[in-house]
Structure formats: C-alpha cells, structure tokens
C-alpha cells in the first residue's frame, strides 16, 4: 500500500511569491511544482547583525559548512542554508554571493540546476534573449553607484521561473513580435500585413487601369488586381457618358451576366454651322454568338457613318438610312473572322453575330428616328400635359400580329412569343430592311432611345413620361440614370441602355410633323 507523504505547508511560492493554498502541489498562479521545495525550517534562529571580530591567521581559510541534522529540511532560499544530505535535494551554490560569502538574495531556487526528489535532473531554463539577460543580471552596487540619483534608480527586476503561465506570456508576446518583424527571408511568417496599416503600393503610372476596391494596384490581363485581388468589374457592366445635351447609360442589369448594349453618342455641325447631335444604341441578340461584339460593332459603324454624311451636307434622313447600312455590314464582318475554332466555320451563317439598333438625330429643327428590331424611341414633352408619342414600330412577333389584326395588342405582348424579333442586323437576317421617319416637333420636349431592357418596365408611352423625371431635359445624364435605375428596382431582367436627347425650338417655330418610312 502506498503511503501519502504529507508536504510541509509553504507561505509564499518560490517561484511567484504568491501564498499557496493548503494541500496544493503545484502553485495556482505560475503552476511551481511546491513538492520539490523543502520547508523552511521552524527554528530558524533571528540572527543579530554585529561587527565580527578580527579575524586570527589560523582562522584565515573560510570555515567549512557545518553538516545539517539528517532530518532538518533545506531551505534554499534561505542564505545560511546548510548542505542536504546526499538523499535529499542537492541544491548547488549560487553563482553570486554578497559581501558575506552567501548567495544573493536576488537569486531564487529556479535559477539553479538541481535534481527532484528522486534524484532526476530538474529542466533547465530556456536560454535567455538579450532582453532577458539583462533583466535576470544580478543588481551589483556598482550598478547603483553609477547612478547620479540613486533614489531615481530603477531596480532591476530578478528573473521569473520558466512556469507554464509566464512561459505561454512570452510565447504570445514573441509571436507578436514575429508577426511584425520579417524572417531572413523577407516573409512574414505568422500573419500577413494588416491591410489598413500596410503602405500602400505605388499609384500605377497614367494610363495603368487601376483597382476600383484599393485604387493603387494595377489590374492584371485576368481582370483582378495584383495589389489587393480584388476582382474588376468589367467595363461594359456599366457605362455613361455626357456630351453636351445628349446623355446615355447602359447597366448589365440584375440576371445576365454581361453586358450585350452598346451605345454610342456624338454631336457634329451641317455645313450651315448649325448644330447636328446624334444617339446610336444597338441591343445584342442573346441567342446569335458574340452578341457584345455585334452591339459594339454596328454603333461605331453607325455613329461614324453620321458624323461623316452629316457635316457634307446629306440630309439626316437619307443619312440615317446610310447609317443603319454600314452598321450591318460591320456586323456582317464578324462572321468573316471568326475567334473560335474551326468547327464554327461550318455553322457560322445559322448563328451569326447579330443585333437589333435604334438611333436619333437632331439637326436643322428635324427629329428623325431610324431602327431594325425592337428598340425603341419615344417623345416626351417638357409640358406634362401634352401626349407623349411612341415613334417606332418593333420589328416583333407581337407587333406583326397586331398590324395583321389577328391580336390586339394585350393579347399580343401576352403571349410567349411577343418578344421574339423579325428583324435584325446580321449575317442571318433574312432581308434588311431599314425603317426610318422624320417628325418636326412644335414643342420642346424629350426623345428616349432605349433597349428593351427598360420599355419592359415602362411600355406604353404614357408610362415612359412617368418614369422620366421632370427635370429630364435640364440634366439628360440624370434622367437616365434614373430610368435605368427604374428597370433595376423592376427586376433588371435584361440588360439595360438609354439615351435622352432634350429637344428645344423656338416659341414662334411651329410646324407640322411629317413621317416617312
């Protein structure tokens, strides 16, 4: 049967000076094994401090320790502590003393290599950093004598015992300063830089395309930023442009995942000088190959036919019709270099690139209108309680039911194939067929050129006035944002593009409106 060795009660932790709770064998607070650690002895005599007297030239050698009574325990903190017998602790002198010849009082037990009570080696503690050496030197006198105040003088503390509590601290603060201190190798080992308080890097030279999340890294040919990773919107998400009077926005909306619209906006001047302003938007066939390339294409085809016919003199109707021409054609060349790989050669006419387009022109008091597809242009008038007008006919399923009088039209834009077109600019198409018209306003008003994406939301042309805001006309790029925004709240089905061109006349010039097609 095993015997239970009752420990002698300690007052204070060798290691942490903290009083230890009865019956405890390792110190609550550092974690100090008290079972390795002799009691103080009862009898410790109170030592009086006198003067020794001279010392006899027999007596010159220092004295041999005198043997402890086999049962005293050891004290090693105590200075007078005599030596343990050979089962007992064996605690080695100190490696200081003071002017007596006994250890430092600023050494404690941990600091001194020694064994357990089964005589196995006690651990030594870790070596020390800089930092820590000086903190455990010893406090000499010459130390303090150095000190011009010594009342001012700051004394060092001893060093703590390697407990498991002050261990883990220096492990937390170590790590720490690991973190923001890089290896040999220039690498953070622990923890990356905190954004927030890393330096940024160099702003990118002009012309670079920078990040729209850290504005400072450079974006690579992937779409993300070298700097933060933060993935780039493409541009065609979303687009807006002011020139002048005229102003276009085209958003990719809330369910496509790209932008398939494009627009293209311009202003010119007749050979008279008067001015001449122009709005092109083309809308991407889903279902053809390549439909952003298609919309981009015919709009620049497009504008860049009116800007040359425009300022020679063409009239703008004649120019529209040259217009809408050219951009079939470019979109037609699409087909002719193919990207892909060669098994789209064979298909290429049965999925051609393909685009529908609507465009404006105001020049010379005239509005004319041009369009192939279901896009659209309507007349808003700055005074309210005049009639809107639509000024476009879709080339649609539902709008050929409706001319043949087989439908009206609620039924016709009801049914599953309303929005499927008869019309289009592509390789594909079955015959091009140009519409255009010529009206002269006798009012101010607003003329809307837009996709589907936002007459989905706003039809009729009563509900196109009530989406416009009232100051339209004074601030175009305003306006449309707010009627691209008016499709997003309505489901942002498809993409979405506008153009506003605000319509001014003189008070005394009105006239008849014509249309031709």
Known sequence: MSESHQQPALARCPGCE??????????????????????????RPTMAITTPPPASPASAAPPAAPPAPAAAPVDPAAPD????????????????????????????AT???????????????????????????????????????????????????????????????????????PDSSGDFPLAAPDP????????PAAGTKVCVACRSGRVDLDGYCENCGHAQPRERDHMEQELGSVAAVSDRGLRHHRNEDFFAVSSTA?????????????????????????????????????????????HPQQAMHEAIVAASEAVNALVLDPPGAAEQEAHRHQNAPACTLVGAIMAGGLLVVGW????????????????????TEDDSWAAQMVAAGLMNEAEAYA??????ITGWLGADSYELEPHTASFKPDRPGLVVVCTDGLWNYAESAEEMAAAVPPEAHLRPL????????????????????VALLPFAVEPQGAGSASATE
Do not use: K, M
């Not at 927030?196 to 702003?203: D, L, M, N, Y």
């Open 18 to 43: 903290e009083p230890p709770a009865s019956g405890d064998l390792f110190c609550g607070v550092c974690g100090y094994d008290l079972s390795a650690v002799p009691a103080r002895p009862d009898d």
């Open 81 to 108: 502590a005599p030596a343990p017998p050979a089962a007992a602790v064996r605690w080695p002198a100190a490696s200081g003393a003071d002017s007596s010849g006994l250890p430092a009082p600023e050494h404690r």
């Open 111 to 181: 600091d001194l290599p020694g064994t357990d009570s089964g005589g196995t080696p006690l651990p030594t503690t870790p070596p020390a950093h800089d930092d820590e050496q000086v903190a455990a030197r010893p406090v000499r006198h010459d130390d303090r004598a150095a000190t011009a105040d010594p009342a001012a003088a700051e004394p060092i503390a001893p060093a703590q015992p390697a407990t498991e509590h002050n261990a883990a601290e220096h492990a937390t603060e170590h790590n720490a300063e690991s973190a923001q201190t």
């Open 196 to 203: 927030r308080t890393a330096e940024r890097t160099p702003t």
């Open 270 to 314: 007749l050979p008279d000088g008067s001015p001449a302003v122009v709005a092109i938007v083309c809308d991407g066939v889903s279902s053809a190959s390549r439909p952003d390339e298609a919309s981009a294409a015919a709009s620049a085809a497009a504008n860049e036919a009116l800007l040359e016919s425009l300022p020679r003199g063409t």
């Open 372 to 391: 192939v597809g279901d896009s659209r242009v309507y007349w808003v008038p700055d005074d309210r309680t005049g009639p809107p007008a639509r000024l």
């Open 415 to 420: 049914d599953e194939r309303a929005h499927a």
């Open 478 to 497: 305003h306006g449309a944002q707010v009627l691209v925004g008016h499709a997003l709240d309505g489901g942002g089905h498809d993409n979405v593009t």
